[in-house]
């Protein structure tokens, strides 16, 4: 007879055991860490997009009480500080332009020396005993500037004639790489019946955390050692690289991270002010401390998207897809920030195809450097560029073609697993079609005819749109874990994954715990300590129970394995008569057995023998270079008030398959949250510079508008989870893929709305004020008898 269920075990919708904590306010994030006479950090920002700096005058600054020191980047430098690295030659395996040359690298000081290139790049680092203290220093220090001339715009700055950023780096362009077969492409796009060509923009954003930027930084003497405590998402990767910034061995930092609000991927890299704290620590020998303000954040913490794409997708006759052609150009910011073209391109190349099976696909990607806040991962980075792009060429080409929305999808999307795309990555399984069609069920697009004539009765255009989507996730393919039965009956766990709001202190807990037969509340997590965990990644690219889990998998199995051996000296049995299960080994087909927990008290009393060590445990640095594809579909409804130009979503309906769910109330969660930053990036959110001045318009919640909850609409999330093959848990990432799906379907279900008015595009965000004005245009053209765009009223496809 089959075991029943555990009701705490993979699969079961455990309450997150982190949550007592958080609501209580017994969390611990970034600004919480505090030690003994510590001084406070303020930094002194440019006023400037570009500007030589000609002088810097800290005396006024010296002169006010309390402070402490001001440091400058030559400070810095004349110390051995280094450049942040942008681990291209890490992560990218000798990756090179088109023309075989070497991807530009200019150097990205902790803090300005002879030129800043971006408004709220710091310069200098002021050390007081309070807050105030150091901030009314940092106003009273004296910068005389040169201004330069700055360019925002990615192609502007790529253009003949902008003006230059970096010595040695020719045009702005950082790289120009490319991917899949440039002649083939060519020739079926040539070839082909139809071709439809768009040209989109990917929005740039600010990283809004719930919880800003802070940090605390340490010096051991006597150790000669740092400590950094920060909001991170990876420990080992931060330590890393700050100790390579500093110039010493990685052995002598130490990071640690508690809880931490939010990442999204763009806590991951060594911040500029995380150097220039640690390295003042030292310098003054006590503890130093920085909160960001919010505003300082807009200004600082690393920014996101900003592509202008370019798309051509060829179609037969019988409107199956030929070709894909895209070119993007990324805008990177200031400088190349550590993994963002790595994390881009990589990510592209994966991506590329969407759900889709296309013969022949050619990208190229085209990087430039601007006077901008330098850009780097975000949820969904690479991915919602191509399924953004493929999703809306898709949707142009049905209604240009006269073909079913969803017809034309579904006679197109993989179907076969595993799939190699033309750009050579292997799709591990699905059923494309199967969450295509049952989305559409789900969101009763067959009750959408009636809805939208009830809607125009109130005056409303009502739209209804698809957002297929796909996920490629695991990130970096290594992750460590470790499992120690400790003789207390504690099972604890010290993993590479850092959580910033995930829940890994419950769905990793669920994983030992029905791994190894033992109650839930006996596992223990350990997290976001390099002196506490031996190695680790991080958590990123919707890894972590693809690849942590994995590791967590890897390891609880080595301690079963090791324990067959002490339970066999134990039970006085051969290792190969023992079985484990329960919490218990047992000599097969006897009565007598030793629990886990008692034999780990026997190993830590030395009753075994020396070579079997006095620990039961084990580590294990989980590797795999197979990616889990997790893939789904959305449905958005959504009304528009033609006088007003305002959107309303009326309904998001989601079908995910992130293969097999360790906790579907959490991946619920997480495709709740994704989407929601989905429909900001569609609707409100866009990170805006002044083209003259370089200066960011959009420097606070006033001008910068995330998601609100009334923004919302009451998200349904239905999991069909097809497991992957390509790890022992069979899960796929769930982090990322709604964030994904989300713009291409509100973006289609707008167009769908406009369309009876012959509105045929608009870009992201989809602002009242960009909605009204497509409205107004459309109709002034209409009043001078001819279509604003294509297609005309009459041109309306249909999902079915």
Not at 360 to 386: F, K, Q, S, W
Not at 628 to 646: H, I, M, R, S, Y
Request: glycine share 10%.
């Amino acid at each position: 007879m089959a075991k029943p269920r555990r009701i705490d075990g993979i699969g079961a919708p455990v309450k997150r055991r982190e949550d007592f904590r958080l609501l209580t306010g017994q969390g611990r994030y970034a600004e919480d860490w505090n030690a003994p006479e510590q001084a406070h950090a303020a930094f002194v920002r440019s006023p400037h997009a570009h500007a030589d700096v000609v002088s810097i005058d800290a005396k006024p600054a010296l002169a006010l009480e309390d402070v402490l020191g001001v440091f400058t980047g030559r400070d810095l430098v004349a110390d051995g500080v280094g450049p942040i690295p942008t681990l291209i030659a890490e992560r990218g395996g000798g990756i090179r332009s088109r023309d075989g040359s070497a991807f530009a690298e200019p150097p990205w000081y902790p803090l300005a020396t002879d030129t800043v290139r971006h408004a709220g790049e710091p310069l200098a680092i002021v050390i007081a005993a309070s807050p105030a203290a150091a901030r009314d220093a940092a106003d009273a220090v004296r910068v005389r500037y040169a201004e330069r001339p700055s360019v925002i715009d990615a192609v502007a700055a790529l253009a003949e004639g902008a003006p230059r950023l970096h010595a040695g780096v020719e045009q702005n362009r950082a790289y120009d790489w490319e991917c899949g077969d440039p002649e083939a492409t060519a020739r079926a796009i040539a070839a082909a019946a139809h071709v439809t060509r768009l040209t989109l923009v990917d929005n740039r954003l600010v990283t809004c955390f719930l919880e800003p930027r802070a940090a605390l930084a340490e010096w051991d003497a006597g150790a000669g050692r740092y400590t950094l405590y920060a909001g991170l998402q990876s420990v080992h990767q931060l330590a890393a690289n700050l100790a390579r910034v500093l110039g010493v061995t990685v052995e002598r930092v130490r990071c640690v991270t508690a809880d931490v609000g939010g990442g999204f991927g763009s806590k991951i890299q060594v911040y500029p002010e995380y150097v220039a704290l640690a390295w003042a620590a030292r310098r003054l020998g006590r503890a130093v401390k920085w909160a960001s303000t919010r505003s300082e954040g807009f200004v600082s913490d690393v920014q996101s998207r900003d592509h202008l794409l370019r798309g051509e997708l060829a179609l037969d006759a019988a409107g199956r897809v030929t070709a894909l052609r895209v070119h993007s150009t990324p805008n990177l910011g200031a400088y190349v920030a550590p993994s963002i073209p790595i994390s881009t391109l990589s990510n592209m190349e994966r991506m590329i195809s969407g759900l889709y099976a296309i013969p022949a696909i050619h990208l190229r990607v085209d990087g430039a450097l601007t006077n901008t806040v330098p850009i780097n991962v975000y949820r969904g980075v690479g991915r919602i560029e191509c399924v953004y792009t493929v999703e809306r060429l898709i949707e142009r080409a049905a209604r240009e073609t006269g073909r079913d929305r969803v017809a034309i999808r579904r006679a197109n999307m993989v179907r076969v697993f595993p799939y190699r795309t033309a750009t050579g990555a292997v799709y591990d399984s699905g059923d494309y079609v199967a969450r295509l069609d049952e989305a559409i069920e789900l969101a009763d697009t067959g009750g959408f005819a009636s809805r939208r004539a009830e809607a125009a009765r109130r005056g409303k255009l009502r739209g209804l749109g698809v957002g297929p989507y796909i996920e490629g996730t695991g990130g970096v393919p290594q992750e460590f874990a470790e499992v120690r039965v400790l003789p207390e009956g504690v099972v604890e766990v010290p993993i590479g994954a850092v959580s910033q709001g995930q829940g890994h202190e419950t769905v990793f807990a669920q994983v030992v715990a029905e791994r190894l037969g033992l109650p839930f509340d006996a596992v223990r997590i350990v997290m976001g300590d390099t002196d506490r965990v031996a190695k680790g990644v991080g958590t990123f690219a919707s890894r972590s129970m693809v690849r942590a889990g994995s590791a967590a998998v890897e390891a609880s199995d080595g301690v079963v394995a090791a324990g067959r051996t002490m339970a066999a000296h134990l039970l006085e049995a051969t290792p190969g008569d023992i079985e484990y299960g329960d919490g218990a080994f047992r000599v097969v087909g006897t009565d007598r057995s030793v629990g886990i927990f008692e034999l780990a008290r026997a190993a830590a009393a030395g009753k075994l023998p020396p070579v079997l060590g006095t620990t039961l445990a084990a580590a294990k640095m989980h590797e795999n270079p197979a990616f889990a594809f997790a893939n789904g579909c959305e449905v958005c409804e959504l009304e528009v008030d033609p006088e007003t130009g305002a959107v309303e979503i009326v309904a998001l309906t989601i079908v995910d398959d992130s293969g097999r769910s360790v906790n579907p109330m959490i991946v619920h969660g997480q495709m709740h949250g994704a989407a929601a930053q989905g429909i900001g990036q569609a609707l409100t959110e866009r990170c805006v510079y002044d083209p003259a001045s370089g200066q960011l318009l959009s420097g606070s919640f006033l001008d910068y508008a995330i998601p609100r909850a009334d923004d919302l609409p009451s998200i349904s999330v239905t999991s069909r989870d097809v497991p992957s093959p390509t790890n022992p848990l069979g899960v796929k990432g769930a982090g990322e893929g709604a964030t994904v799906g989300a713009p291409g379907a509100v973006i289609h279900a707008i167009l769908d709305a406009l369309a009876p008015l012959g509105v045929a595009h608009i870009d992201m965000p989809a602002t009242p004020e960009r909605v009204w004005r497509a409205i107004h245009q459309a109709r002034q053209a209409a009043e001078k008898g001819r279509s604003a765009s294509w297609p005309p009223s009459t041109a309306r496809s249909t999902y079915s």
